[in-house]
């Protein structure tokens, strides 16, 4: 697999797409809360789990990783992506090549 490093484009779509889900969970909340306790806090629970699991997909699907102490390149299961430290363009992941636990580089996909 091929990969290359983010540019502006990238970096705004990114960031829209983490402000369309947060928005999404903000309307889900407010539209969920006014219903009978517990039925609307599980709906909303529920809507939330899939949203982190469509997100885990799509960076599974879009984003490669680079270790920085052996630049070896990699892609991650979706197990990871959903149970892993992430920052803005980092994930704390173990390195398949090298076996060191670092905050790995972020980088796209190319298909």
């Given at each position: 697999m091929q990969y290359r490093e983010h540019n502006e484009t990238d970096k705004r779509t990114n960031l829209l797409l983490l402000l369309f889900a947060l928005i999404l969970i903000a309307v889900g909340g407010a539209y969920l809360a006014p219903l009978k306790w517990p039925f609307g806090l599980v709906i909303f629970l529920g809507f939330i789990a899939m949203l982190l699991l469509v997100l885990a997909k799509w960076q599974t699907n879009k984003f490669g990783y680079r270790c920085p102490a052996c630049t070896h390149e990699f892609d991650i299961k979706m197990?990871?992506?959903?149970?892993?430290?992430?920052?803005?363009?980092?994930?704390?992941?173990?390195?398949?090549?090298?076996?060191?636990?670092?905050?790995?580089?972020?980088?796209?996909?190319?298909?």
């Open positions: 197990i990871n992506a959903f149970l892993t430290p992430h920052v803005w363009g980092k994930k704390y992941l173990k390195c398949p090549e090298c076996y060191k636990s670092q905050w790995a580089i972020e980088i796209i996909k190319i298909k």
